[in-house]
C-alpha cells in the first residue's frame, strides 16, 4: 500500500463550480499535511498547511480525519488559474515528507 | 531575496556519464533534500541531509550520490549506474518540516541522449 494516495483525476469542472479531492495516508503517527500545487514543468508550491481543527485560505479549506486517516481540499468558486495537479503530503518518518502522485484539476470556461 | 537554485535548468546526459545537478540556498536551512519526480508518479526521495557534513539515503539512491560540505550547498551526482536517470530533479530545503513543509528549487529536467 503507498503511504499517501490520491485519485489521479482529472477531475474537469466548470468555471464557478466547488470541486473536492481527497487523500489517505498509512501511517497513523503522522503529524503535519499539507496540500502543495504544482503547475506542469513547474516545482511544487505550498498550498496550504493542515490544521486538526480544519482552516479555510479564501476559496480553499482544507480538512483532516485522523480517525478515518483522510485529508481533503475544497475549492469553491474555481478560476481557470486553478487548473493544476494538486499534491497531497504527508510528514513520514524522520524529518521528511512524503508525497502522494497528485490529483489533476481543470477547469474550463 | 532569499531562495534555492538548481542549475541547470535543463541536462542532457550521454550513456555512461556522470552528471551533477547543482542545489543553493540562501534561506539558511538546515535540512536539504533531493526528489525525483516521473511523469505520474509522485516525488520520490533520493537523498537528505539534517545539517552540513552528513546525509542519509532516502527511498532511491542507487546510482547517486550527495555532499554537503557547505550549509548552503547539496549537489548530486547522476552516475553511470543509474540504469533510468531521464526525469525531473528537485532539491528542497526546510526550516522545519513539521511547521513549514518544503520550499523547492525550480528544478533541473535530466534526459539521456
Known amino acids: 500500500r503507498k503511504e499517501v494516495e490520491q485519485d489521479p483525476g482529472p477531475f474537469n469542472v466548470p468555471e464557478g463550480a466547488t470541486v473536492a479531492f481527497n487523500c489517505t495516508y498509512s501511517?497513523?503517527?503522522?503529524?503535519?499535511f499539507f496540500w502543495y500545487r504544482q503547475d506542469c514543468r513547474k516545482e511544487p508550491k505550498l498550498l496550504m498547511s493542515?490544521?486538526?481543527s480544519g482552516n479555510e485560505d479564501g476559496r480553499f479549506t482544507a480538512q483532516l480525519n485522523r480517525a478515518s486517516q483522510y485529508i481533503s481540499l475544497l475549492i469553491r468558486d474555481s478560476k481557470l488559474s486553478d487548473s493544476a495537479t494538486y499534491l497531497c503530503v504527508v510528514n513520514g518518518y524522520g524529518n521528511k515528507l512524503v508525497f502522494g502522485a497528485g490529483t489533476i484539476l481543470r477547469v474550463k470556461s | 531575496d532569499g531562495g534555492i537554485t538548481q542549475s541547470p535548468k535543463y541536462l542532457f546526459r550521454k550513456e555512461g556519464q556522470n552528471v551533477t545537478l547543482s542545489c543553493e540556498q540562501n534561506?539558511?536551512?538546515?535540512?536539504m533534500y533531493w526528489y525525483r519526480q516521473d511523469p505520474g508518479q509522485g516525488l520520490r526521495l533520493i537523498y537528505y541531509s539534517q545539517i552540513v557534513n552528513d546525509f542519509q539515503k532516502g527511498d532511491i539512491a542507487e546510482g547517486y550520490s550527495v555532499s554537503r560540505e557547505k550549509k548552503e550547498s547539496f549537489p548530486l551526482t547522476v552516475t553511470s549506474a543509474q540504469k533510468n536517470p531521464t526525469a525531473f530533479y528537485l532539491c528542497?530545503?526546510?526550516?522545519?518540516?513539521?511547521?513549514?513543509?518544503?520550499?523547492f528549487g525550480s528544478g533541473t529536467r535530466l534526459t539521456v541522449v
Open positions: 493542515v490544521y486538526s
Open positions: 501511517n497513523s503517527a503522522s503529524q503535519s
Open positions: 528542497a530545503s526546510s526550516m522545519g518540516v513539521t511547521l513549514y513543509g518544503y520550499t
Open positions: 534561506l539558511n536551512h538546515d535540512a
